[in-house]
Nanobody, 124 residues
Framework: QVQLVESGGGLMQAGGSLRLSCAVS????????MAWFRQAPGKEREFVAA????????YYADSVKGRFTISRDNAKNTMALQMSSLKPEDTAVYYC?????????????????WGQGTQVTVSS
C-alpha cells in the first residue's frame, strides 16, 4: 500500500477555484491508478474523478465534468484536482485514493489506500 496526504482545501466563494494536491509515498507511484472522492455531511462518499497510471485516461462524475481536472506527475509522486466554477454543492471532505492498477478505477470499494481528507467549503 501507499501513503496518501491531501492538501489545498479551504473556503472559497461560489464561482472561484481551488487546487487540491495528493502526495504519495511508499511504493512505485506509477503502478497505481488514482482517484478523488468526496463526502458531504449526511451523505454517502461519492466518486469525483479518476486517472490511470500514466495520466492517459481520465474519468469524471457528471456533476464535475467540465469544471474539474484531474492530473498526476509521476516524477514528483503527486496527483492534483483543479476545481473551477465551484458551487456550494461541491462542499465536502475530499479524499484521494489509490489502487494498484494500470486502468482507471472509479469504485471506492476497490481502492487500496486512502488519504485523511481535506475540507472544501464553497459559500454562496
Amino acid at each position: 500500500q501507499v501513503q496518501l496526504v491531501e492538501s489545498g482545501g479551504g473556503l472559497m466563494q461560489a464561482g472561484g477555484s481551488l487546487r487540491l494536491s495528493c502526495a504519495v509515498s511508499g511504493h512505485t507511484f506509477s503502478s497505481y491508478a488514482m482517484a478523488w472522492f468526496r463526502q458531504a455531511p449526511g451523505k454517502e462518499r461519492e466518486f469525483v474523478a479518476a486517472i490511470n497510471w500514466d495520466g492517459g485516461s481520465t474519468y469524471y462524475a457528471d456533476s464535475v465534468k467540465g469544471r474539474f481536472t484531474i492530473s498526476r506527475d509521476n516524477a514528483k509522486n503527486t496527483m492534483a484536482l483543479q476545481m473551477s466554477s465551484l458551487k456550494p454543492e461541491d462542499t465536502a471532505v475530499y479524499y484521494c485514493a489509490a489502487r494498484r492498477s494500470l486502468f482507471v478505477v472509479t469504485n471506492s470499494r476497490l481502492m487500496d489506500s486512502w488519504g485523511q481528507g481535506t475540507q472544501v467549503t464553497v459559500s454562496s
